[in-house]
């Protein structure tokens, strides 16, 4: 396949002059551009200090094409699952009709466009919406013609049916124009009433030409035998019929016959006294001459070839198509009009050069919507050629990729993204991998969102990340709750015992916790780091003590330090909170639990006075420590002894 | 591609950096003027400045943003041959409320003794760490081990690379495949004959970084260098800017298990385009590495693209108009008549029609009695909707 020499697209930016450089960064939708210059290192210069953001595809932000995007999505996942179970000769209906349901996308945006391209004031924004609506019609006439050549695959005999209403379709200004004609006052006088009729015969339809006839040979009853033989041979007029029984060759036969009625109808000079009469019988005929008079009415070559085909070579087969084609768009383009791209389009099509036609339209289109829905659709039908490439990806694949990393660049339009992603299988993954860190998490709800895509993929890296992302936030913003329930998503331990030592140290400072909710919900989370597990573990004393379980919650507090769940730093604390449950007139300590206390205490006061030989610390604040001892010491003593009693009595 | 706004720096002196954030919603300028300014988007897009200060006491030339898992960081580098860590700091609630972001210095890393050239984070995959590259041809790694305390860094590795250094860029991928790579260039101008590239590579058993790979081709000055993201190739991609852009494939050759050197690489040139005439100054691939963008000599920037036949070419260019802003925000491609005038034609067609008729209209009268079965589920899925 040759590679078209395509011209790199030039944009201007307003005010970089000459002479300077631009630098430029990337984003993830656009480019930055900023007048610089990297040469003179150190030197001062003054210059421009605009930075432009210069943006590649504005059509994502148009609201109207957002619905053809979001439906066409609708539409490609709905392919993707087509008939896995059906054999791919019974698939053909499905996929036209899923074709037409993705044209009819097209045409359904399109009349939005138009409508409100009528509706609106300002000029600027009607030039942009006509445009969008020409291109969004080139498409679809392009599109169409795939259907039926490629897609449908209409044999001899049906494919020149489905190319009439093809054409019929794109050139419908003839029925604007036949109400315009019906509603004057004359409508066999108007002066477009001869183009109405041509134009219907020129499109084969014979009954809305036949019906038109009819009033003007109300008006001439002189001619009323040349009228009535026009009737005759228009309605003899033969149109293949695929559902009948009849043969291509006995419609040819019968074609033919109708023909030379023709031409004997003009031999001998039926129709010579009225000359629009006669000039219908030379088109019927498909003269050359008489066709190309009539190129205003037919607009465009591929009218012509579909005209001529219609009363020439009716039963054309498929792959001779190219030939009539090529030779009707030379006839009908004189020397001096160049043949644009969507000529040369429709001429690959024709051809059957499929890869031609996608590459045209890529290059052609700025937007990869069309060749990505429409090579997605080919493929399916296994009408593309294995094109293995070493760069990995297929031209499918390829074109999807392109298609979705632009949508990704959009703030909502990215979850479409998504589902072309895992339906490209070779580098779907990791762009998805790439695109989806990167999407802006203004919310904690954005946030779940992302992350949900994420989660249901087993993309791990990224759910790490994205919840680190958001629990470094919220810590730095002092929501310590939200900071943890992240981090837990993460499994981030590091993470989860660093905020856990900020929970313990608000505690210490204004002795209540905050989200208490979360704390109390840990469940097997709080495993995650031994700092957490000591902080859930502790709120949970808190609570026992506070539902009076003192027993429960005494077990449970000195198991926090027998365990070493608890750091040692926060033993005092810990052997504080005892002290009213020694204090209490019940005996809650048993003996083993009192001396395994006192061994904390012992422990503790040992290693704070090794560390306070290293490192002086104040005087005053050794004294309240020494006091918080001395009366832990009473009370354990003193619930030594009525705990030795009291066990004492019952053993006896 | 179109101008889609313009934004007033209001440097007072020529920007040498501007970077985005990972998410793309802030930005971070840098100037000849010795200050930084930070950039957040708006819901509706523009951008507002929320902080700017003075950050160095020369030309800053880089400014960096570290990812976003480590909290508001930036790292800049300047003329003044020091690099510095900055943090944003959630400040009093007024502040907000006027839109401004309160940044501190958490660090100045003064071991260079000339203009430090370059800075850049290291893949988050290895930590918070930070590399720089200066003029006197030395690359340091520096290491925060405690991400809640930026103001302790150390100095982990330092690199000589012999050659006055102008650039370095990470290996984006993941050390999970292979060791933590980087690649640095050099502009010096003394010595012509020597490979102006050079590839560094994290030993396991050593615990230090050792040259894998120069790139002997590659003699002239390089200004900037750039690893393409990964995507699960089994090769590294690497753009340079020198006297022209190319592009270099390397291709890690299997060692033997014993073996415990560096990786060697098949080094294959994929691309070279002189289009920028002279001088390459900068080089940056976007997310998913389909795209290639330079700034040269010529005053553009080029954007450069593989097909799927992986021929590269360039697709775009952005040019200077060389006019002062005339208030015009630039126009959208005119695509429609790169289709053609037929299309025009057709478009008339419909413009002759009102909005009430509409394509519906011409969609169902076109529709001949004889072949109505043809197009029957076209147009009703849309009607149906409405």
């Given at each position: 396949m040759e590679e078209l020499d395509v011209e790199a697209v030039v944009t201007e930016i307003p005010a970089v002059s000459t002479g300077k450089h631009m630098g430029f960064a990337w984003g993830p939708g656009d480019i930055l551009v900023y007048e610089t210059l990297y040469k003179a290192k150190g030197a001062s210069s003054s210059g421009s200090s605009l930075i432009h953001e210069v943006r590649k595809d504005e059509d994502i932000y148009s609201p109207i094409l957002r619905k053809l995007f979001n439906e066409s999505h609708h539409i490609f996942v709905g392919l993707q699952t087509v008939g896995e179970d059906v054999p791919s000769k019974n698939k053909k209906p499905q996929f036209v009709s899923i074709s037409k349901n993705y044209r009819s996308v097209i045409r359904a945006c399109m009349e939005e466009l138009q409508q409100l391209a009528v509706l609106t004031k300002d000029a600027e924004a009607a030039t942009r919406l006509g445009n969008q609506v020409s291109i969004l019609l080139a498409i679809e006439l392009i599109w169409n013609l795939c259907e039926v050549l490629f897609i449908d695959a209409a044999p001899a005999g049906s494919l020149l049916l489905h190319l009439l209403d093809w054409v019929r379709l794109h050139k419908a200004d003839v029925d604007e124009k036949t109400r315009e004609v019906l509603q004057s006052e004359s409508p066999a006088e108007h002066h477009n009433y001869w183009d109405v009729v041509v134009s219907y015969v020129l499109q084969g339809r014979v009954e809305e030409a036949r019906q038109m006839l009819v009033k003007q040979a109300n008006l001439h009853p002189a001619a009323r035998g040349m009228f009535k033989l026009m009737d005759k041979l228009l309605s003899k007029m033969p149109f293949y019929n695929p559902r009948s029984t009849q043969t291509l060759t006995e419609f040819d036969v019968i074609w033919r016959h109708w023909h030379e009625e023709v031409d004997r109808c003009l031999q001998d000079n039926s129709f010579s006294s009225n000359q629009h009469l006669e000039f219908i019988c030379k088109i019927l005929l498909g003269d050359e001459d008489s066709l190309l008079e009539c190129k205003d009415l037919l607009g465009t070559w591929y009218h012509f070839l579909v005209t001529r085909l219609l009363f020439c070579h009716p039963t054309v087969k498929p792959t001779d198509l190219h030939y009539y084609a090529q030779s009707c768009m030379t006839m009908f383009l004189d020397s001096r009009s160049v043949s644009e791209p969507l000529d040369s389009i429709l001429l690959a099509s024709f051809e059957f050069d499929i890869h031609q036609v996608i590459k045209d339209c890529s290059i052609v289109l700025n937007n990869w919507w069309f060749v990505a829905h429409l090579t997605d659709l080919l493929d399916h039908c296994k009408l593309l050629q294995s094109h293995n490439l070493h760069f990995g990806s297929n031209l499918r694949e390829f074109l999807l990729l392109e298609y979705a990393s632009g949508l990704f660049t959009h703030h909502s339009l990215w979850q479409l993204a998504v589902d072309y992603f895992d339906h490209c299988p070779e580098f779907g993954r990791v762009y998805l991998e790439l695109q989806i860190?990167?999407?802006?998490?203004?919310?904690e709800r954005k946030a779940l969102k992302v992350l949900r895509v994420c989660e249901e993929r087993q993309m791990s890296e990224q759910v790490r990340s994205i919840c680190k992302i958001m629990a470094t936030r919220a810590l730095r913003n002092n929501r310590l709750g939200s900071a943890l329930s992240w981090s837990i998503r993460a499994k981030d331990a590091a993470f989860a015992t660093l905020i856990s030592e900020r929970f313990l140290q608000d505690y210490s400072t204004r002795g209540t916790f905050s989200d208490l909710d979360l704390i109390d919900n840990l469940g097997p989370s709080m495993l995650l780091s031994n700092r957490l597990t000591f902080l859930g573990k502790y709120r949970e004393f808190h609570r026992l003590y506070g539902q009076k379980h003192f027993s429960k919650a005494a077990k449970l507090l000195l198991s926090l330090m027998t365990a070493k769940i608890a750091p040692q730093s926060f033993w005092m604390t810990l052997l504080t909170d005892a002290l009213p449950l020694l204090e209490q007139k019940e005996v809650i300590f048993s003996v083993d639990q009192t001396y395994e206390l006192m061994f904390c205490l012992e422990e503790l006061t040992f290693s704070q006075v090794a560390a306070a030989a290293s490192e002086k610390k104040p005087r005053q604040e050794d004294d309240v420590e020494q006091t918080k001892v001395e009366l832990l010491r009473l009370a354990l003593a003193r619930n030594l002894a009525t705990a030795i009693v009291k066990e004492g009595t019952v053993d006896t | 591609m179109f101008v889609a706004r313009s934004i007033t720096a209001d440097h007072k002196d020529l920007i040498h950096d501007v970077s985005y954030d990972f998410h793309g919603r802030r930005m971070a300028t840098c100037s000849s003027d010795q200050s930084v300014k930070v950039w957040d988007k708006s819901e509706n897009g523009d951008w507002h400045c929320t902080a700017s200060w003075k950050t160095h006491s020369g030309s800053v030339w880089r400014v960096t943003w570290a990812h976003p898992e480590f909290g508001q960081v930036l790292a800049s580098c300047s003329f003044d041959r020091t690099a510095a860590v900055w943090e944003e700091i959630v400040g009093e609630s007024n502040d907000k409320q006027r839109g401004l972001s309160h940044w501190i210095k958490r660090t100045t890393l003064v071991d260079s003794r000339t203009s430090v050239t370059d800075v850049k984070f290291a893949p988050k995959h290895m930590g918070l760490m930070l590399t720089t590259c200066s003029a006197d041809g030395v690359v340091r790694i520096y290491e925060a081990p405690d991400v809640m305390n930026l103001s302790q860094w150390s100095l982990q590795h330092e690199i000589s690379c012999k050659l006055s250094c102008s650039c370095l860029s990470w290996n984006p991928s993941s050390s999970r495949v292979h060791p933590s790579m980087f690649a640095v260039g050099s502009d010096d101008i003394n010595v012509t004959c020597s490979g102006k590239v050079q590839i560094y590579e994290y030993n396991e058993n050593t615990r230090k970084y050792a040259k894998a790979e120069t790139l002997m081709t590659v003699t002239d000055a390089v200004h900037d260098i750039a690893f393409a993201p990964n995507l699960g190739r089994s090769f590294h991609i690497l753009a340079i800017a020198t006297k022209d852009v190319r592009l270099f494939k390397l291709v890690p050759i299997r060692k033997e298990s014993t073996s415990t050197g560096p990786t060697k690489f098949e080094v294959q040139i994929v691309a070279q385009f002189d289009n920028h005439n002279s001088q390459v100054w900068r080089v940056s691939w976007n997310i998913t590495s389909t795209l290639l963008a330079s700034s040269g000599d010529d005053g553009c920037v080029r954007l450069w693209k593989a097909n799927y036949m992986d021929n590269w070419k360039c697709t775009g260019i952005l040019k200077g108009?060389?006019?002062?802003?005339?208030?015009?925000?630039g126009q959208p491609t005119a695509m429609s008549t790169v289709l053609g005038s037929s299309i025009q034609t057709s478009q008339n067609a419909l413009n002759g029609i009102s909005a009430g008729s509409s394509l519906k209209a011409l969609y169902i009268s076109a529709h001949s009695p004889n072949h109505s079965h043809i197009h029957t589920p076209v147009g009703q899925d849309c009607h149906a909707r409405r």
């Open positions: 860190e990167r999407v802006p998490l203004e919310t | 108009d060389g006019s002062p802003l005339t208030g015009s925000s």
